[in-house]
């Protein structure tokens, strides 16, 4: 499950923004179902120095090497009314991210991604709350789209699912603590 948070400013509370993002989500949990994703490693660089009294190098911390993060699900319609097609919230904040970085007639807006990563064994017994329970989660901070992009067409195998891939650049990806059930 893949969840896109707005970032919060000091003049709106970030419960406000976060429920506003949840309740969007809640109406059109398809617009975020994303069936692949990748690059939730954490790692830095380190370079050898040689400390006084030493004769042998010394690891020392250089960089955090965050990867991209890349997100794919299935491409599907979102009819409006009769002649035209809609974008959900994460293509629109896509689209207005690639016009935004080719104008610079506006800020390119970042937001918060958390990635919970549910087992398909293990579902919830009782008939009441939620069917599964995470496993696992990642929080992305300031994140923004870098590339948007669907799967190679051809017309002679109509049955392949095409696919839309979104790859993001990112500050800081932070593992969560998932409480026991």
């Not at 179902?33 to 380190?46: P, R, Y």
């Not at 629109?92 to 104008?103: L, P």
Request: with cysteine; proline share 8%; net charge negative.
């Amino acid at each position: 499950e893949v969840l896109f948070f707005e970032r919060t400013d000091s003049l709106i509370p970030q419960s406000v923004s976060i429920s506003a993002s949840l309740a969007m989500q809640a109406l059109d949990p398809m617009a975020t179902a994303f069936s692949d994703v990748s690059g939730l490693n954490m790692s830095f660089e380190t370079e050898a120095i040689n400390e006084a009294g030493w004769s042998t190098p010394r690891p020392s911390f250089k960089n955090i090497a965050n990867e991209e993060l890349t997100l794919q699900r299935y491409l599907r319609p979102r009819h409006i009314g009769v002649m035209g097609f809609s974008l959900d919230p994460t293509s629109e904040w896509c689209q207005k991210t690639m016009t935004s970085a080719k104008t610079w007639e506006e800020k390119i807006e970042v937001k918060d991604i958390m990635i919970c990563i549910y087992h398909p064994m293990i579902q919830n017994p009782l008939p009441i709350g939620p069917s599964s329970f995470p496993v696992a989660g990642f929080l992305i901070h300031e994140a923004f789209p870098t590339s948007w992009g669907i799967s190679d067409l051809s017309s002679t195998s109509g049955d392949a699912p095409i696919k839309e891939t979104i790859k993001f650049k990112y500050t800081e990806i932070e593992r969560l603590k998932i409480p026991p059930t």
